[in-house]
Each structure stands twice: as structure tokens, then as C-alpha cells.
């Protein structure tokens, strides 16, 4: 078995991707631990467990993007050179 390399923006989109589909939910489920907070609270911590974790998965969201992209050029790059 012979092991190759990755091509160079395979583990930016894997690990933006799923930190991207993840973060949210644990986002969510802290928020479910911390519960709704009392009354005269400013901020509900629920809520700010929430946007924690789609700020994070936005970041990456983003991650992923520029992987995508990177990986995209390596093709491409390739298939010029070739013709």
C-alpha cells in the first residue's frame, strides 16, 4: 500500500466543515445545561451560548471556504500545466 499525500487544503475544508456543523450544536447544548437564567439577567445565557457557537461555526464556515478554494486552485493549477 502505497500512501499518498493530501492535496493542500483537504484538512482546512474537513475540519472547517465540521467544526462549522458541530458548533452550533454544542453551542446549543451548553446552552441547555446553563438553562434560561433568572429574571433580571442582562443577557439569557442560553442565548449567549448559542451565538457563541454560530460565531464559531461561522469562523469555520469559513475555514472550510478557504480550504475549498485552496484546493480548488491545486486542481486547476494542475489541469493547466497539463494541457
Known amino acids: 500500500m502505497v500512501l499518498e499525500p493530501t492535496p493542500p487544503g483537504m484538512w482546512?475544508?474537513?475540519l472547517g466543515t465540521a467544526v462549522a456543523v458541530l458548533a452550533p450544536l454544542f453551542g446549543f447544548l451548553v446552552g441547555g445545561m446553563f438553562g434560561p437564567?433568572?429574571?433580571g439577567d442582562t443577557v439569557?445565557?442560553?442565548f449567549l451560548s448559542l451565538f457563541t457557537g454560530i460565531v464559531i461555526g461561522g469562523v469555520g464556515l469559513l475555514v472550510a471556504i478557504a480550504g475549498g478554494a485552496r484546493l480548488w486552485r491545486h486542481f486547476h493549477h494542475r489541469d493547466a500545466t497539463d494541457t
Open 12 to 14: 482546512g475544508m474537513m
Open 37 to 39: 437564567g433568572t429574571t
Open 44 to 46: 439569557d445565557p442560553m
